[in-house]
């Protein structure tokens, strides 16, 4: 058998004859159709194509063994009715561990009631003076020297003496307490930036007052002022635990709550679920995802109720964890889909341009049916009419 033989043969194994140019009809619908067909299977492979770079998340759930050291609270809280001098933030954990007037890490920015900013943030930190002021009768050996107005209330705290009038204490003028006690309800209050605490569970705060213990019972000084004084709405701008990563959506972000009475204490419970992202690079997250439930109430001080207003978060840690692990997906799949639908939007569109094409040509047939009937019956009658004239003109001429 020749080559050529060969190649005749496998001619017969073409699965798609091909007909000559001149029996092909091309016709304004079917290219109408082309069009059509080719945006739907550009538009359809982009968004198979972006499917195939979007890789897929799939989820574990086990016992948490992996205790950190420390978990960390991210928070921006914008507090629109009590000024930065009033409020201060306090943590504590079950552990017995307590943060006091957290300063570190965490920012005041003074915003008037419109929400604008009075002046650059500060960072909060630990004075350096080594000024050694007066206790006025308070001091101690342990405590001899007082170095602000505040620490003239504590050291008249630790004697349980009442406290003086504040135009009275140097440190107080010094520090334009008077002042500032008059701007208490005219200026808003941003508090930001982040907490490291003992990852167990445990609470923190955003309250109006100094804070200390006494008796290892937390409490908050808020003299010369009533706990009625104080409007604890509030806007939550981020809270979150752990590393923000992209992506990554909290709860709360952007709540604002109203507080319509006075000494209204809000309390959020927090069900934080460690919480770990592997990327498809390798790179290895951990962070934590929660759950929110929030209460409120308006304390009734003088009636001996429980608490006092602000802004209560207690959180406790979930033993499980979440694992969630980035896969890319495969190529051939994509491959396959892409020639599935070129090959299934070319079939569709061989139907709809064949029920097209035949459609109009049973149209057209119907058509010219019409007018060819409608053009005999036209002549009929002009046969007729001739007929009937030559009819009467025989019967003239006869006499």
Partial sequence: ????????????????????????????????????????????????????????????????????????????????????????????????????????????????????????????????????????????????????????????????????????????????YSERLRNAFSEACQIYGYVEVNRVGGSFHIAPGKSFSVNHVHVHDVQPLSSTNFNTSHRIRHLSFGKNIPGKTNPIDGTDVIAHEGATMFQYYVKIVPTTYVRKDGAVWQTNQFSVTRHQKVVAISSGDYGMPGIFFNYELAPMMVKYTEREKSLGHCATNICAIIGGIFTVAGIVDSLLYHSVKVIQKKIELATSTHSGKHDIFLLQTQLVDEESTIAGTVP
């Fill in 1 to 176: 058998m020749s080559s050529n033989d060969i190649f005749v043969r496998l001619r017969y194994l073409d699965a798609y004859p091909k007909t000559l140019e001149d029996f092909r009809i091309k016709t304004y619908g079917g290219a109408a159709v082309t069009i059509v067909s080719w945006c739907v299977i550009a538009l359809l492979v982009f968004f198979e194509i972006q499917d195939y770079w979007t890789p897929t998340m799939s989820e574990e759930l086990f016992v948490d063994t992996s205790r950190g050291p420390k978990l960390r609270i991210n928070l921006d809280f914008i507090i629109p009715a009590i000024s930065c001098d009033f409020l201060v933030l306090d943590a504590m954990d079950s552990s017995g561990e307590q943060h006091l007037q957290i300063e570190h890490n965490i920012y005041k920015r003074r915003l008037d009631l419109d929400g604008k900013p009075i002046k650059e943030p500060q960072k909060e930190g630990i004075s350096t003076s080594k000024k050694c002021g007066s206790c006025y009768g308070a001091e101690t050996a342990e405590y001899p020297c007082c170095d602000s107005c505040e620490a003239v209330k504590e050291a008249y705290r630790r004697k349980r003496w009442a406290f003086l009038h504040i135009d009275t204490i140097t440190q107080c003028q010094s520090e334009h």
